[in-house]
């Protein structure tokens, strides 16, 4: 026989989240602090400064804030990317003293003193990079969310190649790298294209170069 105490579990019930409701006012409450016990302490925060896209800031961050993050959600600069957040896509890419590196993977805290170039750095509608007219004219893109990371990425590999720094292309690492439409789509694999603009992108990045792939 039921007691008062019983939970009805049944199907309409759940459905309509009776159960659920019954469950957590079932739930003991988390007791009040006990005494002698404190409130959880506040995040560490830390003073950070960089110049982005040649202006300084200067930001008081969690320390646990990523540089994309710092650039997206404190600096507004949202042309760069969240895509996985994993380091997976290539979609956060920014230029870091020029070397390119995935910014959802490094703490803004990590970059004191250091400039970063992100893609609004790089050109404007009125003035672009070359990399971006090239990425217009060859169609480099789709819905174009992968683009301001492929475009940062298509430039720190050409000054890769210019500067000698080998890939796993070429079985000899010592050769000087050349750019051909196999060293780029190399250096750009870690830049995904979820709508499959690859072709086009190794043709802008090729014009760019010089049209030598
Ligand atoms: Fe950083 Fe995907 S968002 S690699
Ligand atoms: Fe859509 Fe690359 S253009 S993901």
């Known amino acids: ?47 950070v400064a960089f110049k982005v896209n040649g202006t300084a800031h200067k930001l008081e961050l969690d320390t646990r804030t ?59 509608p009125d003035k672009m990079h070359p990399m971006q007219d090239a990425f217009v004219e060859r169609d480099g893109y789709q819905c174009g969310y992968c683009t301001p990371g492929q475009i940062c990425s298509a430039v720190a590999v050409l000054e890769e190649i210019k500067a000698g720094i080998p890939s796993h292309v070429t079985a000899d690492l010592t050769a000087t790298p050349k750019v051909t439409a196999s060293e780029l789509r190399e250096r750009m694999s870690g830049n995904i294209c979820r709508c499959g603009a690859y072709s086009n992108i190794i043709d802008a990045i090729t014009d760019v170069a010089g049209g030598k792939a």
Do not use: Y
Not at 19 to 30: G, I
Not at 68 to 75: G, M, P, Y
């Open 1 to 47: 026989m039921r007691t008062p105490g019983d939970i009805d579990f049944s199907r309409r019930g759940v459905l309509a989240g009776g159960a659920s409701v019954a469950a957590v006012t079932a739930l003991p409450t988390r007791a009040a602090a006990a005494p002698g016990e404190t409130a959880a302490a506040a995040p560490p925060t830390a003073a």
């Open 66 to 124: 990523s540089l994309l993050d710092a650039l997206r959600e404190h600096l507004h600069l949202t042309g760069t990317k969240k895509g996985c957040d994993h380091g997976q896509c290539g979609a956060c890419t920014v230029l870091v003293d020029g070397r390119r590196i995935n910014s959802c993977l490094t703490l803004a805290v990590m970059h004191d003193g250091e400039n970063i170039t992100t893609i609004e750095g790089l050109g404007t």
